[in-house]
């Protein structure tokens, strides 16, 4: 295990639990808008926890803030504000030799499987590549971990030399798992993993990405907007709405007795689900993070919204044991 430096130490953190979580982690850019300088609030204030050997989700419409909580948590993208803590130690300014600890323990796996890969490099050469910053591996105990690794996820060790093109789009995801588990991660953040390919390999994908959970005891933060995938493969889901949380639950708790609108309306669009009230369908698009409002950022499209939803920013509040629910009806 790594020991990733601490800057500071979050209270009453049971280590024993969550493996990672945020605290009010902000993400804004600055924009122009209108020939003006603007803040596009991309995610404000997540407060997310995931433990060990479980899935969150972290579901919302396009635009709605998820993939920029994925990048924030590995740092890929630097928080305006808020703190993120793995193992009880904040890690969200950490640089050099900390952050490369870190990035160790906490893999990503990307939408795009073709983009994601560089198609100049071999399969090998794709999988050794973090062998080689991270241990301290000679070439033969090398290449017998990456046969191990190919082998956990379904890959033909006979394909070793050949390049991203030449594989089908599940096969490249599946490199691109095999790329994320060489280091031996306790936690991956999957951003949406299987919505660019095809519904019979997406089963394929998901199924498999369960299976190494059970083995490996892995924490995973799955990002998507298909509510069927998220309910086949989550043990809690986060509900968000122009970079808010607006909900969150055990899964079935959430499918079965959804509270905030927003994630009722969701569920109206889910197939399966006509039996929800259809009432309660949005109206209009998702409207712009860029300087929003204060109040509920939902209130212009919410069919049961008050005035003082356009007032008061409601807060996260738990209306059962583990359900979160931010809204003042």
Same mark, same amino acid.
């Given at each position: 295990?790594?020991?990733?430096?601490?800057?500071?130490?979050?209270?009453?953190?049971?280590?024993?639990?969550?493996?990672?979580?945020?605290?009010?982690?902000?993400?804004?850019?600055?924009?122009?808008?209108?020939?003006?300088?603007?803040?596009?609030?991309?995610?404000?204030?997540?407060?997310?926890?995931?433990?060990?050997?479980?899935?969150?989700?972290?579901?919302?419409?396009?635009?709605?803030?998820?993939?920029?909580?994925?990048?924030?948590?590995?740092?890929?993208?630097?928080?305006?504000?808020?703190?993120?803590?793995?193992?009880?130690?904040?890690?969200?300014?950490?640089?050099?030799?900390?952050?490369?600890?870190?990035?160790?323990?906490?893999?990503?796996?990307?939408?795009?499987?073709?983009?994601?890969?560089?198609?100049?490099?071999?399969?090998?050469?794709?999988?050794?590549?973090?062998?080689?910053?991270?241990?301290? &591996?000679? %070439?033969? #105990?090398? !290449? =017998?971990?990456?046969?191990?690794? /190919?082998?956990?996820? $379904?890959?033909?060790?006979?394909?070793?030399?050949?390049?991203?093109?030449?594989?089908?789009?599940?096969?490249?995801?599946?490199?691109?798992?095999?790329?994320?588990?060489?280091?031996?991660?306790?936690?991956?953040?999957?951003?949406?993993?299987?919505?660019?390919?095809?519904?019979?390999?997406?089963?394929?994908?998901?199924?498999?990405?369960?299976?190494?959970?059970?083995?490996?005891?892995?924490?995973?933060?799955?990002?998507?907007?298909?509510?069927?995938?998220?309910?086949?493969?989550?043990?809690?889901?986060?509900?968000?709405?122009?970079?808010?949380?607006?909900?969150?639950?055990?899964?079935e708790e959430l499918f079965n007795n959804p509270s905030h609108?927003?994630?009722?309306?969701? &569920?109206? %669009?889910? #197939?399966? !689900? =006509?039996?929800?009230?259809?009432? /309660?369908?949005?109206? $209009?698009?998702?409207?712009?993070?860029?300087?929003?409002?204060?109040?509920?950022?939902?209130?212009?499209?919410?069919?049961?919204?008050?005035?003082?939803?356009?007032?008061?920013?409601?807060?996260?509040?738990?209306?059962?044991?583990?359900?979160?629910?931010?809204?003042?009806?």
């Open positions: 295990m790594v020991n990733i430096m601490p800057s500071s130490k979050i209270s009453n953190f049971d280590d024993t639990r969550a493996i990672l979580q945020t605290r009010k982690l902000c993400k804004y850019f600055t924009v122009r808008s209108q020939g003006k300088k603007a803040t596009l609030k991309a995610v404000d204030e997540a407060d997310l926890n995931i433990y060990p050997g479980k899935t969150l989700g972290l579901v919302g419409e396009s635009g709605s803030g998820k993939s920029t909580i994925a990048f924030t948590m590995v740092q890929l993208h630097k928080p305006t504000s808020g703190d993120i803590f793995y193992e009880g130690n904040s890690v969200t300014n950490l640089k050099g030799l900390s952050l490369k600890q870190f990035r160790e323990q906490v893999q990503m796996i990307f939408q795009d499987p073709y983009s994601s890969l560089d198609p100049r490099q071999t399969l090998k050469t794709i999988v050794e590549r973090p062998l080689k910053l991270h241990t301290d &591996l000679k %070439s033969g #105990p090398r !290449l =017998e971990k990456i046969i191990e690794i /190919l082998n956990q996820v $379904g890959l033909d060790t006979g394909q070793l030399y050949r390049y991203p093109h030449e594989f089908s789009g599940g096969q490249r995801q599946r490199i691109a798992m095999a790329r994320a588990l060489a280091v031996n991660p306790r936690m991956i953040v999957c951003d949406e993993p299987v919505s660019a390919l095809d519904v019979s390999v997406q089963a394929q994908i998901l199924n498999l990405l369960k299976k190494l959970q059970e083995d490996l005891n892995l924490a995973y933060l799955f990002v998507s907007h298909d509510l069927n995938v998220v309910r086949h493969i989550s043990h809690e889901v986060a509900v968000i709405y122009m970079g808010r949380i607006v909900e969150s639950a055990p899964t609108p927003y994630t009722r309306a969701l &569920l109206v %669009s889910m #197939p399966g !689900l =006509e039996r929800q009230d259809q009432s /309660l369908k949005l109206i $209009g698009e998702i409207s712009s993070p860029i300087d929003p409002p204060p109040g509920c950022r939902l209130a212009s499209r919410c069919p049961v919204a008050r005035d003082a939803c356009k007032e008061v920013t409601p807060e996260l509040k738990e209306v059962s044991p583990g359900h979160l629910v931010a809204c003042l009806d």
